[in-house]
């Protein structure tokens, strides 16, 4: 067996001053290929006065202007179906998906080229060899594998690793839980909600998940793989460790992954992407460990390069000596933060659904929950409304208590709702959990 | 000619050098044009490989024939 600890250890082992350099030798080379192929880029970057050559140090990064998704897609819908992003004719293409429309907008449409095939399979590979994936592995997908990328190119990495790879498509989650232990499955990979679900799913059938071979979950797709209360949740339903991963659909493949030293962060793929963190008011660098929003140029995509593109999430960057594995690789502390969007302003002040779900994933009793606000009278309303796991009911009680003075002391005394759901009424999801109905929207 | 140094100005080595080497032959290869169709697809799809290979290893190669 190959004993690096590193997917790629000439890189990962390179100095900051190295790595430094090389991002510049990629990035320049990114640039060119943009002006050379995508006239969309063309177009900007001309009007910016930007070329590759133009590129000679890290700070030249902010001569390139941002890309934002409403321009990518405005840019389809003025010239259906990919716009005039693509570097080189649909006819390179090899694969096609959308993104999960996770925000309510139209998704946009994705194309790949055989070598974009081959490098998100690669990041990939990068982060599930960094958390101990080995060809004697054996790795179940709990994963639909539709026209949404999720897992696709995970898939392909362990394909690639040499590990032995199981799709389960449209299995029934009883059914997956069933195969999983028949296999001697070594390593889970689902979203965080649906490895509790799967969990939930075995004791519902009486069979021992927790003293099966799993011995590691990958999870990905919500910012819960990095609340400390969530993972903790689905370390010990499942007896494994657990890792996060995270990337996004324009790229179509994971940018960051928690390594096997778990330091309560992601090490960013600093070889594959450049990420900066800028405060998304002003645009400006801030330091590290300050909050503010990731944007993301990526190396490796060709069909539809990404430059500086506003990813609307937001987290806190800090030097890669935070963790023990050696990489040169900067982190994501906390993973995902949230997004820039995705605060909720209740009554003057600032809810964010993941510190919601860090204290409901502190009391192991709640199965499922759901967070409504609406107005009442003009006035807005924050509810949580939580199902109990099975023979808890008697607790229930106290533990709506607990819960109305947690969250009332996580948000400067706000008064929330706490109501508790019948059994089996809130949704249940295997790909990004949408726990957040916000019916002022609609009125 | 592939170059034969890195990214960061650094000769290949051995093993690079030997990568770079399929790589540019692979492209050969791929780029005749009375290739059959088994021969041609196969060798787009090793080109995207190598092409992974040498990228990760910080050498600035063209990725396709065509």
Same mark, same amino acid.
């Given at each position: 067996?190959?004993?690096?600890?590193?997917?790629?250890?000439?890189?990962?082992?390179?100095?900051?001053?190295?790595?430094?350099?090389?991002?510049?030798?990629?990035?320049?080379?990114?640039?060119?290929?943009?002006?050379?192929?995508?006239?969309?880029?063309?177009?900007?970057?001309?009007?910016? &006065?930007?070329? #590759?050559?133009?590129?000679?140090?890290?700070? /030249?990064? @902010? =001569?390139?202007?941002?890309?934002?998704? !409403?321009? *990518?897609?405005?840019?389809?819908?003025?010239?259906?179906?990919?716009?005039?992003?693509?570097?080189?004719?649909?006819?390179?293409?090899?694969?096609?998906?959308?993104?999960? &429309?996770?925000? #309510?907008?139209?998704?946009?449409?994705?194309? /790949?080229? @055989? =070598?974009?095939?081959?490098?998100?399979? !690669?990041? *990939?590979?990068?982060?599930?060899?960094?958390?101990?994936?080995?060809?004697?592995?054996?790795?179940?997908?709990?994963?639909?594998?539709?026209?949404?990328?999720?897992?696709? &190119?995970?898939?392909?990495?362990?394909?690639?690793?040499?590990?032995?790879?199981?799709?389960?498509?449209?299995?029934?989650t009883d059914?997956?839980v069933r195969?999983i232990l028949?296999?001697?499955?070594?390593?889970?990979?689902?979203?965080?909600?649906?490895?509790?679900?799967l969990a939930q799913s075995a004791a519902e059938q009486g069979l021992d998940i927790k003293g099966s071979?799993?011995?590691?979950?990958?999870?990905?797709?919500?910012?819960?793989?990095?609340?400390?209360?969530?993972?903790?949740?689905?370390?010990?339903a499942?007896?494994?460790?657990?890792?996060?991963?995270?990337?996004?659909?324009?790229?179509?493949?994971?940018?960051?992954?928690?390594?096997?030293?778990?330091?309560?962060?992601?090490?960013?793929?600093?070889?594959?992407?450049?990420?900066?963190?800028?405060?998304?008011?002003?645009?400006?660098?801030?330091?590290?460990?300050?909050?503010?929003?990731?944007?993301?140029?990526?190396?490796?995509?060709?069909?539809?390069?990404?430059?500086?593109?506003?990813?609307?999430?937001?987290?806190?960057?800090?030097?890669?000596?935070?963790?023990?594995?050696?990489?040169?690789?900067?982190?994501?502390?906390?993973?995902?933060?949230?997004?820039?969007?995705?605060?909720?302003?209740?009554?003057?002040?600032?809810?964010?659904?993941?510190?919601?779900?860090?204290?409901?994933?502190?009391?192991?009793?709640?199965?499922?929950?759901?967070?409504?606000?609406?107005?009442?009278?003009?006035?807005?309303?924050?509810?949580?409304?939580?199902?109990?796991?099975p023979g808890?009911?008697?607790?229930?009680?106290?533990?709506?208590?607990?819960?109305?003075?947690?969250?009332?002391?996580?948000?400067?005394?706000?008064?929330?709702?706490?109501?508790?759901?019948?059994?089996?009424?809130?949704?249940?999801?295997?790909?990004?959990?949408?726990?957040?109905?916000?019916?002022?929207?609609?009125? | 000619?592939?170059?034969?140094?890195?990214?960061?100005?650094?000769?290949?080595?051995?093993?690079?050098?030997?990568?770079?080497?399929?790589?540019?032959?692979?492209?050969?290869?791929?780029?005749?044009?009375?290739?059959?169709?088994?021969?041609?697809?196969?060798?787009?799809?090793?080109?995207?490989?190598?092409?992974?290979?040498?990228?990760?290893?910080?050498?600035?190669?063209?990725?396709?024939?065509?």
């Amino acid at each position: 067996m190959n004993p690096s600890p590193f997917w790629n250890p000439k890189v990962e082992s390179l100095t900051r001053p190295e790595l430094d350099a090389l991002q510049v030798a990629k990035l320049r080379r990114a640039v060119r290929h943009a002006v050379e192929r995508s006239p969309f880029h063309r177009r900007k970057l001309e009007a910016a &006065g930007v070329t #590759g050559e133009c590129i000679r140090s890290l700070a /030249d990064l @902010r =001569r390139i202007p941002f890309t934002t998704r !409403e321009e *990518w897609m405005s840019c389809q819908a003025s010239t259906p179906l990919f716009g005039d992003l693509l570097a080189h004719p649909r006819e390179k293409a090899i694969r096609y998906h959308l993104t999960s &429309g996770t925000s #309510g907008k139209n998704p946009l449409r994705v194309l /790949d080229s @055989r =070598r974009d095939w081959q490098w998100i399979a !690669e990041c *990939w590979a990068v982060g599930f060899w960094g958390f101990g994936v080995r060809p004697a592995d054996t790795v179940f997908f709990a994963f639909s594998y539709g026209s949404f990328i999720g897992f696709w &190119g995970a898939h392909y990495a362990c394909e690639k690793i040499g590990a032995l790879t199981l799709a389960s498509g449209n299995m029934p989650t009883d059914m997956r839980v069933r195969q999983i232990l028949e296999m001697g499955v070594t390593t889970v990979c689902a979203t965080p909600t649906y490895a509790l679900r799967l969990a939930q799913s075995a004791a519902e059938q009486g069979l021992d998940i927790k003293g099966s071979a799993v011995n590691k979950v990958i999870v990905s797709g919500e910012p819960a793989g990095s609340i400390p209360e969530t993972k903790r949740l689905i370390e010990e339903a499942w007896g494994a460790k657990v890792a996060d991963t995270a990337g996004m659909t324009e790229l179509g493949t994971i940018c960051m992954f928690e390594c096997s030293h778990q330091p309560g962060g992601m090490h960013i793929i600093e070889d594959h992407f450049l990420e900066e963190v800028l405060d998304p008011e002003t645009g400006m660098p801030v330091a590290y460990g300050e909050r503010g929003e990731r944007v993301v140029t990526s190396f490796g995509r060709e069909m539809i390069p990404v430059l500086r593109y506003r990813t609307r999430d937001l987290v806190e960057r800090v030097p890669a000596a935070r963790c023990g594995c050696g990489r040169v690789y900067d982190i994501y502390a906390g993973g995902i933060l949230g997004r820039v969007d995705d605060m909720l302003l209740i009554r003057g002040t600032n809810v964010y659904p993941r510190a919601i779900e860090s204290i409901v994933r502190s009391h192991p009793e709640i199965d499922e929950f759901q967070i409504v606000v609406a107005k009442a009278n003009d006035i807005d309303e924050i509810t949580l409304r939580v199902e109990l796991k099975p023979g808890t009911a008697d607790g229930w009680p106290a533990l709506e208590k607990q819960l109305h003075f947690d969250l009332k002391e996580a948000h400067e005394m706000l008064r929330f709702n706490v109501e508790r759901a019948a059994d089996g009424s809130l949704p249940r999801f295997e790909l990004k959990a949408r726990r957040v109905v916000d019916q002022r929207k609609k009125s | 000619m592939t170059e034969m140094k890195d990214m960061l100005g650094r000769p290949a080595t051995a093993m690079e050098a030997e990568l770079l080497d399929v790589h540019a032959r692979l492209l050969h290869l791929a780029q005749r044009t009375d290739l059959p169709p088994c021969v041609a697809s196969g060798s787009e799809a090793a080109l995207a490989l190598t092409w992974q290979m040498a990228n990760d290893l910080g050498f600035a190669v063209d990725g396709s024939a065509r």
